[in-house]
């Protein structure tokens, strides 16, 4: 035997190291959908069934901060009063449920 078929043979991967690197991708992949994935779509499962119930006078919260009462609901967008005669007209992915009064934060 030669020098290269002696470095041939030694640089060749060993046959039990494939799978259990295999079976390690698949746990780290496992492990990262049940930490990030799944609690991402819980949040906006409930998210889509606070907009789907949406109904006038519910109090909301706009994603820019401001509160206000619902006026009236689209397919789309949501009429909120936000003062006395003041009405706008929002998207509903930009509401969200508005915390009850001790809830909020100072």
Do not use: C
Not at 57 to 73: A, C, E, P, T
Not at 80 to 87: A, R, T, Y
Request: charged share 25%.
């Amino acid at each position: 035997m030669n020098l290269t078929q002696f470095v041939i043979l030694q640089a060749q991967p060993q046959g039990g190291m494939g799978g259990s690197s295999m079976i390690f991708i698949i746990l780290i992949l496992v492990i990262m959908w049940i930490l990030m994935l799944r609690p991402q779509r819980k949040k906006e499962k409930e998210e889509r069934k606070f907009r789907e119930s949406l109904q006038k006078g519910d109090r909301v919260l706009f994603s820019g901060g401001i509160y206000g009462k619902v006026h009236s609901v689209d397919t789309t967008t949501v009429e909120v009063e936000v003062s006395n005669g003041v009405i706008m007209t929002v998207e509903k992915s930009m509401v969200q449920p508005a915390p009850a009064a001790g809830e909020e934060k100072k």
